[in-house]
């Protein structure tokens, strides 16, 4: 043992090189394989259930004690609580990700360089991945399925709260990929210190993705903690902007859905952007059904103008940039859609926006020139999610434009790598111009 | 102006302001008038080029003052040197971007999620790159029309010794792309001072990508001090496998043309390994043309033990890991297969990995065990290359995993928004069971 390595980076040392040695083995596992796995893994779910209630009981009772000493929020119980009814829906995502297409070993790209020369690019798995989350243990069976569906290694650590349930869900998990000899052990790996993850993240290889998941202020310290590559959950500035050609009762549907039906999701409105032109018939009844959902209103001074009788405050200079994550909506009446453009450009976190608008000409430019993941024309910002876009689940939704944007799903878990077959090939027989490349797409 | 900001800071605030608002029109461009900027750039390298020349000839006698003051090496001499041969490469690259299919507006994956729901993935710019180079010259036109091509907006700073022709190509390329009044100005910029760049590489917000471009010190130097994205060059540590079943012909021009061809490329050969059953056979062969070719060679002690009438030391365990660069190699004899991958995954570094072999099982394990941006069955190594792939010319080889790996080209500097169209959709309908998501694959 090197005398200068911690404990805990000793410790470390040895998961991640078994990890890397487990990656090389899976990367090369049939689909089939994988498959049988999560399915197998979806069952062990539903037979040992007991044993995650009652792992889960003894998390909720720590936490309801803290939460009495106020050192924890009631919120959070509700976030660790896992029933009967937390379980099936855990089974029913595995075996979601078991069922869909398998990502590894797609040709995505096919080239006849030259006579006997072709070129394909082909899906892999990323590798090793880190996945560093906040209390919901419900992670565990969700991320797991995920990366091995891809054929890739995890390590995870989870919030201290739900350390029973984690380490439960793990174990069971870990059971069930035993029954199959091609799996390699260290296929899922879970941390238990603080210091484990300190001295994982600290490492300079070894590797291949850091997935942090929880508020944006835990993304952004697990960031600066890495060299790693880091896929973090954006944060979400959304709006809704209806223009004068709305149909106005498509934007009170939209507009509500957007803030009300989950207020606390990244995806939800903050922003109501409203045309001049319809803003006398539009916004009073926007307002009534907000106020209706006890919808807190901040007002740009001729909504507050137009809506004299309702109570709506001044928005601040700092409300246009705010993700409330609760049941507060920021209201601005637009000039045009080019001002409503110019607005999200400049204060949107680059997440989901939508217009509502019958133009198509208006919904063609709104959708080109803004810059973000999500760009809907009448449609609730709040389909930006994995599981509606079709993926069957999501590791989070990304803000960032390299890899993966806008929800992640299990494509985000892969890379791919260029596979040449020659028969002799060498490129001075083309820089001599013995030789010349066809470029002839497969 | 705000006081606590250096005057570098200030100017950089100012260019990264208005590259971002550059981005933002340049985004939405129809794909003729980039295609036709890059042609009328490439006819303005061509008419203007006695400017070019001349601002290069101040660039090199300057240079060649450093280098008889064994301040400067005279390989960087070369690297700065451009002729009228130079220009007309730089020509035909450019054109040869222009001629690409446009990357932009690509729908990638389209899914009809319900009836009148559908979600479109399409292709669109990054956004705002910034470039750091050291000498050559001809990194100017070459990485400005990618960046064009895809929608994106660029920032350059390069090294010192070139400053003049650098200045003349950007003036060049920026009159260029004045002609069309479509095109935002600071489409293309150039930092003048190392000050500039460590204040943009310090930024909060503001560059979605950073590329350096030059030696592996230089890329890690870049990366340690910024925030954002970098998409650098990778070392290449890459290996030719001779397995026992090779057509030895073949294998002796692949090791060759692998090693000998351009020894500084990052895509050469550093080690080349042999199976047992053939080195007898083999290795006097290639130990000759090596010798011929005033190649170094580093062996194992079985090597040394077979080749024992020639020149060749004992390899250090410090010699598998080395990026030679030069007409250095390291050979060992392995007892299969299996050996070969465990060395290559050991000491490689991801870049491009060969093996030669008539055996398809073999083969195919190879190809999916090695983890590598690039795996060869009976090719150079030296194919590993943008413009060799069909890519018309590359910003440089990735061995990272994320977003583009291997030799990176137009798709490498695009990202994607997903687009969704409804007609009032709103998600409390599904959750209600009142509809319910098709996701069918349009």
């Given at each position: 043992m090197?005398?200068?390595?911690?404990?805990e980076?000793?410790?470390?040392?040895s998961i991640?090189r078994r990890?890397?040695?487990a990656?090389?083995?899976?990367?090369t596992?049939?689909d089939?394989?994988?498959r049988?796995?999560l399915?197998t893994?979806?069952?062990?779910l539903l037979s040992?259930?007991a044993?995650i209630l009652?792992?889960?009981?003894?998390d909720?009772r720590?936490?309801?004690d803290?939460?009495?000493?106020h050192?924890l929020?009631?919120?959070?119980i509700?976030?660790l609580?896992t029933?009967?009814?937390?379980?099936?829906?855990?089974?029913?995502r595995?075996?979601?990700?078991a069922?869909?297409?398998?990502?590894i070993?797609?040709v995505?790209?096919a080239?006849?360089?030259?006579?006997g020369?072709?070129?394909y690019?082909?899906?892999c798995?990323i590798?090793v991945i880190?996945v560093v989350f906040?209390?919901?243990?419900?992670?565990?069976p969700?991320?797991a399925s995920?990366t091995?569906r891809?054929?890739?290694v995890v390590i995870?650590?989870g919030g201290?709260e739900?350390?029973h349930t984690?380490?439960?869900?793990?174990r069971?998990w870990?059971?069930?990929?035993?029954?199959?000899?091609?799996?390699?052990?260290n296929t899922?790996?879970?941390l238990?210190?603080?210091d484990?993850?300190?001295a994982?993240?600290?490492?300079?290889?070894g590797?291949?993705?850091v997935?942090?998941r929880g508020s944006?202020?835990?993304v952004?310290?697990i960031?600066?903690?890495?060299?790693?590559?880091v896929?973090?959950?954006?944060?979400?500035?959304c709006?809704?902007?209806?223009d004068?050609?709305?149909?106005?009762a498509?934007?009170l549907?939209i507009?509500?859905d957007?803030?009300v039906?989950?207020?606390a999701a990244?995806?939800?409105?903050?922003?109501?952007?409203?045309?001049?032109?319809?803003?006398?018939?539009?916004?009073?009844?926007?307002?009534?059904?907000f106020?209706?959902?006890?919808?807190e209103?901040r007002?740009?001074?001729?909504?507050?103008?137009?809506?004299?009788?309702k109570?709506i405050v001044?928005?601040?200079?700092?409300?246009?940039s705010t993700e409330?994550?609760e049941l507060?909506?920021s209201?601005?009446i637009?000039?045009n859609?080019?001002?409503?453009?110019e607005?999200i450009?400049?204060?949107?976190?680059?997440h989901?926006?939508?217009?509502?608008t019958e133009?198509?000409?208006v919904?063609?430019r709104?959708?080109?020139?803004?810059?973000?993941?999500?760009?809907y024309?009448?449609?609730s910002?709040?389909?930006?999610d994995?599981?509606?876009y079709?993926m069957?689940?999501?590791?989070g939704?990304?803000t960032g434009k390299?890899?993966a944007?806008?929800?992640?799903?299990l494509?985000?878990?892969t890379?791919y790598?260029?596979?040449?077959?020659g028969d002799?090939h060498?490129v001075?027989?083309?820089?001599s111009?013995e030789?010349?490349f066809?470029?002839r797409?497969?």
């Amino acid at each position: 043992m090197n005398a200068t390595l911690t404990l805990e980076q000793q410790v470390i040392k040895s998961i991640v090189r078994r990890a890397r040695a487990a990656a090389h083995r899976l990367g090369t596992l049939p689909d089939k394989i994988r498959r049988d796995a999560l399915n197998t893994a979806a069952d062990a779910l539903l037979s040992r259930k007991a044993e995650i209630l009652s792992a889960n009981v003894l998390d909720t009772r720590a936490a309801m004690d803290l939460v009495q000493q106020h050192r924890l929020s009631s919120a959070s119980i509700a976030r660790l609580k896992t029933t009967e009814q937390t379980i099936l829906d855990m089974v029913l995502r595995v075996r979601t990700v078991a069922a869909l297409p398998d990502p590894i070993g797609s040709v995505l790209e096919a080239t006849e360089l030259d006579r006997g020369l072709r070129l394909y690019r082909v899906s892999c798995p990323i590798g090793v991945i880190a996945v560093v989350f906040e209390s919901r243990p419900d992670v565990i069976p969700q991320i797991a399925s995920l990366t091995l569906r891809a054929g890739n290694v995890v390590i995870f650590k989870g919030g201290r709260e739900a350390a029973h349930t984690n380490w439960v869900l793990n174990r069971i998990w870990c059971d069930a990929l035993a029954e199959f000899p091609e799996i390699p052990p260290n296929t899922v790996n879970l941390l238990k210190t603080r210091d484990e993850v300190a001295a994982l993240l600290d490492l300079e290889e070894g590797i291949d993705l850091v997935i942090p998941r929880g508020s944006k202020e835990f993304v952004r310290h697990i960031s600066s903690k890495t060299r790693f590559p880091v896929l973090g959950h954006g944060e979400g500035v959304c709006h809704v902007y209806v223009d004068r050609s709305a149909n106005l009762a498509k934007a009170l549907d939209i507009a509500f859905d957007s803030k009300v039906q989950y207020p606390a999701a990244c995806n939800s409105m903050e922003t109501l952007l409203v045309h001049r032109d319809v803003a006398t018939t539009f916004l009073p009844d926007i307002v009534n059904r907000f106020l209706a959902a006890n919808v807190e209103m901040r007002g740009c001074t001729e909504t507050i103008a137009l809506i004299a009788d309702k109570e709506i405050v001044l928005a601040s200079e700092e409300d246009w940039s705010t993700e409330y994550s609760e049941l507060i909506v920021s209201i601005r009446i637009v000039d045009n859609d080019t001002q409503a453009i110019e607005h999200i450009q400049r204060y949107g976190s680059g997440h989901t926006e939508a217009i509502v608008t019958e133009d198509h000409h208006v919904a063609q430019r709104f959708t080109d020139s803004i810059d973000a993941a999500g760009v809907y024309v009448n449609a609730s910002t709040r389909f930006a999610d994995g599981y509606r876009y079709g993926m069957g689940a999501e590791l989070g939704i990304s803000t960032g434009k390299l890899h993966a944007r806008g929800p992640v799903g299990l494509q985000g878990l892969t890379s791919y790598k260029y596979k040449l077959f020659g028969d002799g090939h060498t490129v001075a027989s083309y820089t001599s111009g013995e030789r010349q490349f066809k470029h002839r797409r497969l």
